[in-house]
């Protein structure tokens, strides 16, 4: 017997044959890593050696939003500015001499902050704060407009991936090999929207193309990030795009586009043959073990209802709601490791702000969160053990047993400027 995984239906597990236990498709064994491999230098970037995809970008019926679509109402609408404002804390307690101040919970035993400082003077880097030595060293310096910082330790031992906006609205992907200053970086390819599998070991880019009116082509690819090399690509899958939304488990790619005159939310594998697996719903995000936030839509319209939780194959929807008030997300956050919480920027009723959702399996409602009300966040991320890093403009809060506090960064830290992320 053998680990396998069905591209199919996201089936993984030992199993006796090499037909899937669920859909009865072949079983693929995950192969060796190989080597990575070298770009050959070009002119679109010269100081990587170009990209190793050019993925064309689309026209006007791309999501403008240039990383990811919005997650409110709006699907096709650009994502608010992010306004530096001030994080006002909720739950602070009281420290002995009677004020508010008070050190953050302690961090996991092992592993890193890695967090982006220096935009404002145009020399962006990634700055680590080293929890098990309590030091802060420079990282390497990374290009400008970088939205988003990516775990990819999967991939190679203390490797980042960026997401960057390209002027033409979509996003560009590449992998920091390491934290040390001079680490080299590498492209994997650009697109309309990305999407990482868990920690980093592979990665899908999906680019809206002209088509037939009311829909576009959908392209999609998957790259093996370790070796940069592409393992498959799927051209027109049969949907109406555009793609609104994408994810990546371990095994499959979901995606939300248009079913009929409704929105649906689809699974794809290799095979290319997408299975629409909730309908009248758009995809939020998707957990590193296929757990869903949707939002369900009205009919032919992508007017949101508020957040729910589904499960691949059974469980939910689930509303995710206090009392008579539905959570209406904004932007995804982070996940934890596990897929057990997720934490969002959204507002229920007239309160917004982060929130946290409990993500494991239930019967429901269940209940958001508020872990700091915010106009706006910067970014945030999961250490192992589950506490919340946010950052903000004066600095990085952590968020545990509930109560959200003030990190002490060592000497010399700079305050963080963009997006966050733990690598162990």
Do not use: K
């Amino acid at each position: 017997m053998t680990d396998t995984v069905c591209f199919r239906c996201d089936w993984q597990g030992v199993a006796g044959t090499w037909t899937c236990p669920s859909c009865g498709a072949p079983l693929h064994r995950p192969a060796e890593p190989a080597e990575p491999l070298r770009l050959e230098r070009g002119s679109d970037d010269a100081e990587l050696g170009g990209p190793l995809l050019e993925i064309p970008s689309p026209d006007a019926s791309r999501p403008p939003d240039g990383r990811r679509p919005p997650v409110a109402v709006a699907l096709v609408a650009a994502f608010a500015v992010v306004a530096f404002v001030a994080v006002r804390m909720i739950g602070d307690r009281q420290a002995d001499d009677g004020s508010t101040a008070a050190r953050a919970p302690a961090l996991a035993d092992a592993g890193s902050l890695v967090y982006l400082a220096g935009s404002d003077a145009g020399d962006p880097r990634l700055i680590v704060v080293d929890v098990t030595a309590d030091a802060v060293r420079p990282g390497p310096t990374v290009p400008p407009n970088v939205l988003e910082l990516v775990d990819v330790s999967d991939a190679g031992p203390g490797w980042v991936g960026l997401e960057r906006a390209t002027s033409d609205g979509g996003v560009r992907v590449s992998v920091v090999r390491g934290t040390t200053s001079a680490a080299d970086r590498r492209e994997l390819g650009r697109g309309d929207l990305v999407a990482w599998g868990p920690q980093g070991r592979s990665l899908v880019i999906a680019t809206n193309r002209p088509g037939p009116a009311p829909c576009a082509l959908v392209h999609l690819t998957l790259v093996r990030v370790l070796t940069q090399e592409v393992a498959w690509t799927i051209d027109d899958p049969g949907v109406c795009g555009p793609v609104l939304s994408l994810s990546r488990s371990a095994a499959a790619t979901y995606f939300t586009a248009r079913s009929g005159d409704r929105f649906g939310v689809y699974l794809t594998g290799e095979v290319g043959v997408p299975h629409l697996l909730f309908d009248d719903a758009v995809m939020l995000t998707a957990s590193p073990v296929s757990g869903f936030l949707l939002d369900p839509a009205e009919q032919g319209t992508d007017e949101g209802e508020g957040v729910v939780i589904a499960w691949r194959g059974i469980g939910g929807p689930i509303p995710v709601a206090q009392r008579d008030r539905t959570l209406v997300a904004e932007r995804v956050l982070a996940w934890s490791r596990d897929g057990a919480r997720v934490a969002l920027v959204g507002s229920l009723g007239s309160t917004s702000g982060v929130f946290l959702i409990d993500a494991s399996s239930g019967t429901g409602p269940t209940e958001p969160v508020l872990a700091a009300e915010a106009d706006d966040v910067l970014d945030a991320t999961f250490d192992s053990e589950g506490t919340l890093f946010v950052t903000a403009p004066d600095g990085i809060l952590a968020y545990r047993d509930g109560s959200m506090r003030p990190v002490d960064l060592p000497d010399g830290a700079p305050m963080p400027d963009g997006p966050i992320v733990w690598i162990a």
